[in-house]
């Protein structure tokens, strides 16, 4: 949820009328339609809305992987979209960044308490910002009240003049600093980019090592995640990957693929709905962290109202999403939304069945396009979650 999905909050929060249902509406999966034919039916669904290409993958408890594709990688060439195609992660890397935290507060290294000023002294300071007031805690779970300056494009013009520019993660936190706070520390919610940068920050101060290595070594290597990468400030996407497109308007639809993450220094990751499902699996079924950490991790507050919009009944917990099923009870999740691709995923609590959908287009022109394609893609997480046990449509290990 970094530029793209910002947008679209500022647009939601001007908007008076809601015009989309949300998940909490979506019916479970009709009575005699096996999961895979479900999966085909509301991946097709959310093509029909004029997204560009689209892939999903459903692993169920017996670890079977169900897979569907529908459209084209690329409007120039027609190319069909990989079932194991890159896409940029985005804002579901807090959830790496998140994980690394609370190992090393198993550790002992860090503690939640700790005040962002104990470990960066002085950098969070200047129109009411103090960072002896804010806890990591806090930064976890966008509650510290710090305000959003990310740089972000809105029109095609600006995607031309910004793609290659670079910000490290000071340049990104002095931009926050001209601001004053949303609201003081634990008394509100506000989803803070800056938060994220913070915490990497502090990950790099109490190891030594950049978060994205810390990342590397105590997620990806041990989980075996080997198509999951952090690109820097490399432009592109390994291959094969869809082409990523942004509706900025009628008949404005520019192809945004090649850019450098505003924050590339914590989200310039790519990944493929493969290794994305293994990750949440390997998170919620507590291989990633003690039973205490991740209860920590579990423990939510409702979002704003107008991220509601987006996540109907949702509550955020550390680097978590908790969403309300259809079918009773919750799942746990955190999309990502930047440069054109568009991710939605979830996991049942017990790690046993999860879903992954990318969309390698933004609809981002209007509130209605962009509610469509939230609500479609939340939609699929929803039967998926919801399915029986079927037989999966294709048997990967």
Known sequence: MTSTLRKHLAMAAGVTTLLATGVATAVAQPVGTSPVEQLRQDTEAIRAL???????????????????????ADLNTGRPVSSDGYFRMASTSKTLVATVVLQLEDESRLSLDDTVDHWLPGVVQG???DGSRISVRQLLQHTSGIHDDLPGYTTPE??????????????????????????????GWAYSNTGYVLLGMIIQKATGHPAHQEIENRILRPLGL????????????????ARAYQ???PDSRVDVTD??????????????????NRFLRALLAGRLLPARQLAKMKQT?????????????????????????????????????DGGYITLNGVTDDGRRSAVVSMSEARGDALEHIMEEENAASVLIDHALCAGRGPSASSTP
């Open 50 to 72: 004029g997204i560009s290409g689209v892939q999903a993958r459903v692993i169920g408890p017996d670890g079977r992987h169900s897979v569907a594709t529908s459209g084209t």
């Open 127 to 129: 129109n009411g910002n």
């Open 158 to 187: 600006e995607y031309y003049q910004q793609r290659d520019d670079v910000y490290g993660s000071e340049q990104l936190v002095a931009r926050a600093m001209a601001h004053a706070p949303d609201f003081p520390p634990g008394e």
């Open 226 to 241: 080997d198509q999951t990468r952090w690109m820097g400030t490399a432009p592109t996407l390994p291959r094969p990957h």
């Open 247 to 249: 509706l900025f308007g």
């Open 259 to 276: 850019q450098i993450p505003v924050d590339y220094e914590n989200l310039s990751w790519v990944t493929t709905t493969r290794d994305e």
């Open 301 to 337: 507050v409702p979002v704003s109202a107008e991220v509601q919009q987006l996540w109907p009944g949702g509550r955020y917990g550390l680097g978590l999403v908790e969403r309300p099923l259809s079918c009773g009870g919750t799942y746990w999740s955190h999309e990502g939304g």
